[in-house]
Structures are given as C-alpha cells and as structure tokens.
C-alpha cells in the first residue's frame, strides 16, 4: 500500500469521474452548439446560461417512472443498457491521457497517466467497442416492438460494417508506429522535422485520418450516420420502450464513446498529449490532450447538426463499397512506402 | 505456476460439455453452439502446450482454428436458415425424412 | 497465489456459463452465455501469456461470430425448445442406448483423467524456449505467421471467400423468376 498504488487508483478514479463529468458536459455542450448554429441560445434557465442544465436532465429522469412492456424479456430488457455503458466504459480503460509524471517530485518513481497500459491496448479498445453492438441489438429485441426491433437490427448491422474499416485504418498507424500499445503509438509522434513540425500522423496517413473519423461517427451512430435512432422515422429506435434510468444509459454510453473515440483518435493522429515543449515542460501535457479532444468532440457535433441524414442502404453502400476499399488502399500504399523507405 | 494438467482438465469439461450439447439438445442453433464450445476447448488446449512447451506454433494455430470456425459458424447457420424455410422447424428430428 | 485465484475464477466462469449454454431452453440466452464463456477464455488466454489471441478471441469470436449467431436466433425467431426428457419415444432414450453410453462415458473419463495427470511430466521444453516472454510478442507472433504458415494463411482467406459466398447463396430466397 505505498503511495504510487494509491496515487494510481485515485487517477482510475479521476478518469472514471472524469468520464461521467463528459456525458455531461456533452448534453449541455450539444444542445449549446446546436442553439448557437441555429441561430438562438440553447438552455438558458438553469444556471448561468443554462451550465446545470444537465443537472436537471438527470434529476427528472431519475424521477419517472419506470416502465417495462409486457412481453418484454425480463432480463435482456434491463441487461442491455448495462452492457452499452460497461462497453463504453471500459473501452477507456487502455487510453492514455498524459505523460508520465512524477507530480512534481512528489513520487519517487513517475506513474503513467491513464488507466493501464498493456501491451496490445489498441485491440483491447477494439474488443470493447465490438461488445458495445450486444448492448443495442438486445435493446431492440428485448422491447418486444417492431421500432425498436429495426432500430436494434440496423444498428448493429451498422456498427459491425464499420468496424472493418475502423480497423484497417487502425492497422496503418500501428505500421508506423510499430507498436500496438497507445502509449508508444503517443510517443512516436514525438519527433519534430525541421525543429517545429510534429510527426503527427494526420500529415503521414491523412486519408486514414479522414476513413478514422467518418467510420467512428458511424460506430457511435451519430449523425449522419444515425438512422437506426432517428427521431423523425424510427420514434426513437432501439430506445423506444425504454425510460427513466435505464433510458438515461443509453444516451450516456454514446456519449462515452464519443469521448473514447475522439480520445483515440487524438492519440492515434494528433500526437496525443505532444506537440507544445512548453507546457509538456510543466508537466501539462494533459491541457494539451483535452484541449485536442475537445477539438474532435466539437467537430462531432458540428457535423452533426450540418449534414443531412444518410439512409440505411446509402449508408451501408457507403460503408461496404467505398470505405473499406479506401482503407485497404491505404494500408496497402503506407505498407508499401514503408517497405521503400526502411527497407 | 498451474500446471500444465489444470489446463488440460478445463479443456476436457468444457469439451465433454460440448459434445454433451452436440448429442442431447433437439435445436439446430444450439448444436451449432456446441460446436463452437468444442472448438474454444480445442483452443485452450493448444494455448496452453504452446505455453509450456515454449512454441509459439500453437498461438499459431489457434489463429487458424477461428478462422475456420468463423467460416465453418457463417456457412451453417446460412445451412440453417435455408431448412428452417422448408420445414419450419429447428428440431433436426424434423429432418429426418429426405424428400418430401 | 492471485495468479491461482484468477485461473479458478476464469475457468469457473468458462465451465459454468458453458453448462448454461447447453441446458439452457432459450436460445437467445444461450448466445449470450456463450458469449460470457468465450471471456473467460479470454481471461485464460492472456493468463498463458497469449495477449493477442485474447483479444482476437474477443473481437472474433465474441464480436463477430456471435453476432451472427444472435441476428440468424433473432430472424427465425427460434422458439424455446422442450428438452429432450419430455420426449420419452426418442430412440436416444431407450435403455440399452443409455447404458452402453454411459459405460463408454465412464472408460472414456478414467482414461482422460490417468492421461492428463500424467501431463505434468511435460517439464522439458520441446523447442528449448522455456519462458514465456519470446511466446506472448506479437511481433514474434507475426513473423511465424508470415514467414513459415504464409500458405494457410493465403488459403484461409480463400476458404473466408468461399464461405462468404457459399453463406450468400445459401440463405437467399428463391427469386420468383
């Protein structure tokens, strides 16, 4: 029980809150932004200009009531939101989130920030995601309705189309870097080409950076790629029968993957917690890294409210036909430039 | 250290379980899935030689034996779909009667 | 000593839910604890010092696999079978058949039991790497694959090709035409 164990369980608790705090910070952040981008003030009422707005979300939806439909399945109905946010949560677990720091001297040893990191942690975030779809195609069959049965089905029928390029896009930077661990993925990107440059991946692999982030807007089902929970065709899809807390899991866990995937993506391709030697200095090389998700998480939103709906046999062509290709073509060509130049 | 002979004991109860499924249970998809409990033992167990024997041959082979069953999973259940529409059953006691 | 009590929680684990699996009416749950059962032999896995193969096991297997087999449960809509018990003509349950099966079931566990006590006496490394550091890189992993089995592997993405295909023509409606 010496002070570096505990000082990595209080960070395994930071990053657990720190991740709740996200859920929430996204609900009041989207509809701020989605005000603002239509032209008027998103909550206003609830604290100064609407910042504990969120606050008031979760209290009334822990105060309604909560429902099961008749022919519901017992235990598939209350499992599924479970296992959405489970998966969401510890998809973060292999993330890092800073650099290695002593705090200031008062550890003998420097601890690693972030939750683990083992030797294959890319994949294990992979894994998680790919537990994530159980969560959804439950919710769907669990209610025992026709909405959310298509809702159910065309979600995970989604997700597992877009895992494929998610992956090759993935296997090009692990090339790169030759690492599958996210913490060496980060310090790889640690070189700088003419003094200020960063060797960032997003100037490497900008084609795999492009194929990252649509194929993860589509793993998160959010807009564009959000059809199987659409307001306006679907009532609400996989989460139509469902209320109160057990509703409330389910917007939490797409958040979280949110959070997780912009998290990744800013390791993978933005150079993580690099990129300032000023602050990295001090010590604050996680400002750096919240800062770049922060970046990312607005970009999500941005694109959300910016760009019309696909539709489901659009957006499976699209994913079937031109990105998995695409990511192929660009493992293929980084696989062989690397080969060139190293070999 | 567990030796080498708890793996292996693991892997034979789940095998045996497996080959209980196969033979005892009346539903297409469940003897699929029994096949794949078969398999997973058969993965445990190469693991696990692979380990002790210090070969990275039998992670070698585990990798293979997915693979096959992924396309052996994907092939059946496509099989079963395609009797379920004929007979409208998954007892494969309901198959017994060739043409009809 | 949490080395030993991860191995008997992950393989309680595998056991148990795998037991589920076969008893269990429902096929729906059976999915499902199948699922639970490939995480503990994940679990194994990485306890055997085969980190990748846990999580290919995962994203495989248990992401990809039984997802397959949940959507083809979900689109029969399978319905919970009776067990074999309540079906007292089968021609399993006549009595000779019974007898003689468990008779062999019985050779067949004192036979495996003498065989795998006996695999303790498997000290000696067959190849003479005996840690278990140059087994769990994956690097090592990949330059095996690639290097000496490059032909199962080219052969396996042809066999994923043909069951591919072979899945699509088999599942199709006929067309009216």
Redesign the interface.
Known sequence: MDLKFIIELAIIGLTFFMLINASAILVLAERKIMGFMQQRYGPYLVGPHGALQPLADILKLLFKEELRPKGADKWLFTLAPILSVTAAFAAFSTVPWGAETTFFGLLSEPVKLGVTDINVGLLVIFAITSMGVYGIVLAGWASNSKYSLFGGLRASAQMISYELSYATSLAAVILLAGSLSLRDVVDSQNVYWLGFIPRWYIFLQPLGFIIYMIAGVAETNRAPFDFPEAEQELVAGYNTEYSSVRFALFPQAEYINMATMSAVATDLYLGGWHGVPFLENLGLGWLIFLAKVGVILFAYIWTRWTLPRYRYDQLMHFGWKFLLPASVINLLVTAALFLYLNG | ??????????S???F???T??V?????L??I???I??ML?AV??TF??F???????????I???V??????????G??????L??TRES??P?AFTTLNW | MAETFAFYLFSGLAIVTSAFVIGQRNPMYSVLLLVASFGAMAGLFIQLDAPFLAVALMIVYAGAIMVLFLFVVMLLNAPTEDALQYDRTHPLRHPVVTRFGALLAGVLVIQLAYALLRANELRVPISGRADGTAVSSVAELGRVLFQRHVFAFEATSILILVAMVGAVVLARKESDS
């Not at chain 2, 033979?23 to 539903?27: D, H, I, Q, S, V």
């Not at chain 2, 692979?50 to 992670?59: E, I, K, S």
């Open positions: 250290m567990i030796p080498l002979s708890y793996y292996l004991i693991v034979a109860i789940l045996a379980l497996g209980a499924g033979f005892l249970r009346r539903n998809i469940t699929l899935l029994s794949e409990i997973n993965n445990l693991v696990a692979g380990r002790y024997a210090g070969d990275v041959n039998g992670q070698i585990v990798f293979f997915i693979t096959v069953a992924a396309a052996e999973a994907a092939v259940l496509a099989l079963v779909i395609a379920f529409r998954l007892n006691d």
